[in-house]
Structures are given as C-alpha cells and as structure tokens.
T-cell receptor, first 114, second 113 residues
Framework: SQTIHQWPATLVQPVGSPLSLECTVE??????LYWYRQAAGRGLQLLFY??????ISSEVPQNLSASRPQDRQFILSSKKLLLSDSGFYLC?????????????FGQGTRLTVV | AQSVTQPDIHITVSEGASLELRCNYS??????LFWYVQSPGQGLQLLLK??????LVQGIKGFEAEFKRSQSSFNLRKPSVHWSDAAEYFC???????????FGTGTRLKVLA
C-alpha cells in the first residue's frame, strides 16, 4: 500500500532563517505531488504541485519554493522566513495512472515563525 | 478558474441532530468532487467522492453527499451527528484538464452534548 511521510511534525524558526520541509511517498511511482498551506480562516491554499521530477508549478507568488529531486520526494524551502509564513503545511500525492482519484495527505507540519 | 465556496465558517449542532454542510463549486464541465475531514493538528481524511453516475454518494462514518449540477452544489449530510464528528470539513474540486485539487475555506463543526 501507499504511504506518505512528512517531517518534521512541528517546527519553530526565527524570522530570516531558512526552511526545508520534506515529503516522501512510498508504494507508488511517478505520483503527482502537492504542497498546501493552511492558515486560519483561509482553508487549504495550493502552493505548488509537481507532475514529475524537476517539474514544479507554482500557484501563489511568495517567499517559498519547491523542488522534486527524486520521483517520490518533494521539498518545500525558503531562504529567509517571514512571520507570514507561519501555518500548517500539508503534503499530498495523487496517482497519475488509472482512473482519477482523490489526493492523499500527510500528517502535516506546524510551522511557527517567531 | 475553478473555485469552491463553503459559505458556513462555523456550524454548531446538538448531538443527535441532523447536519448539512454546504459546498458550491465553479467549473464549466463536470468536476470531480470530494469531502474531507480534518481533526485538529492532523492531515485530511477522505469522507466521500463523486466522479459520475448516481448523484447521491455514500461515504464513511455515515455521511452522504448529493451532487446537484443545476445548483453547482455538493452538500454533505448526516442524519444524526455524534460528538466525535466535531472537526473541520473541507469540500474540494478537481478537474480532468489539470492535476490540481482546489479546496474551500472549510467549515468547523462543533457538536453540543
């Protein structure tokens, strides 16, 4: 079966520090990968999605970037965090073969920028 | 562009009462529609989904949803709410032309004992 791992679960970082959140998927090949951010009252905002290695689509201009160095690895980064980057970050995947189905989510990372 | 509207930010119901959470989408063709539930500090769990066919779909935990094309709606219902249903609920839409899943702003459900 497929599983998705996201870490760390909680992170407190000072303003101006770098960020790296990692997400990996097991049990499938060539998944679509997604990063979402959840801020209070704003629902789930799609930040980035990727349909293959090195293929990243950005949905919202911001202080963040994403990379996909391997087929099942998706990394969310920032060179200098802002207070407004605080939130709950969720990684998700969906299959690219077979019938269309739902997205499957990791357990999330709570990021607090202080 | 596709969008999802959940007009109710907070809903409070008594345990045992019925529940309906509203969801409206904006998309030209027939969308793929989903309802997810999120417990505090957790990821999202799929409750149910609609792709085609019968417009009334059954999900887990006793939830159901009805797709109404004429109203661009996909409302979630449960006949009798349990205290454990207190959570945040998200409606989402996906389209055949892209790989994106677009979510609404969520509805936070509170259940009174």
């Amino acid at each position: 079966s497929q599983t998705i791992h996201q870490w760390p679960a909680t992170l407190v970082q000072p303003v101006g520090s770098p960020l790296s959140l990692e997400c990996t998927v097991e049990g499938t090949s060539n998944p679509n990968l997604y990063w979402y951010r959840q801020a209070a009252g704003r629902g789930l905002q799609l930040l980035f999605y990727s349909v293959g290695i090195g293929q990243i689509s950005s949905e919202v201009p911001q202080n963040l970037s994403a990379s996909r160095p391997q087929d099942r690895q998706f990394i969310l980064s920032s060179k200098k965090l802002l207070l407004s980057d605080s939130g709950f970050y969720l990684c998700a995947w969906s299959p690219t073969t077979g019938e269309r189905t739902e997205a499957f989510f990791g357990q999330g990372t709570r990021l607090t920028v202080v | 562009a596709q969008s999802v509207t959940q007009p109710d930010i907070h809903i409070t119901v008594s345990e045992g009462a019925s529940l309906e959470l509203r969801c409206n989408y904006s998309y030209g063709a027939t969308p793929y529609l989903f309802w997810y539930v999120q417990s505090p500090g957790q990821g999202l769990q799929l409750l149910l989904k609609y792709f085609s066919g019968d417009t009334l779909v059954q999900g887990i935990k006793g939830f159901e949803a009805e797709f109404k094309r004429s109203q661009s709606s996909f409302n979630l219902r449960k006949p009798s709410v349990h205290w454990s249903d207190a959570a945040e609920y998200f409606c989402a839409v996906a389209t055949s032309g892209t790989y994106k899943y677009i979510f609404g702003t969520g509805t936070r459900l509170k259940v009174l004992a």
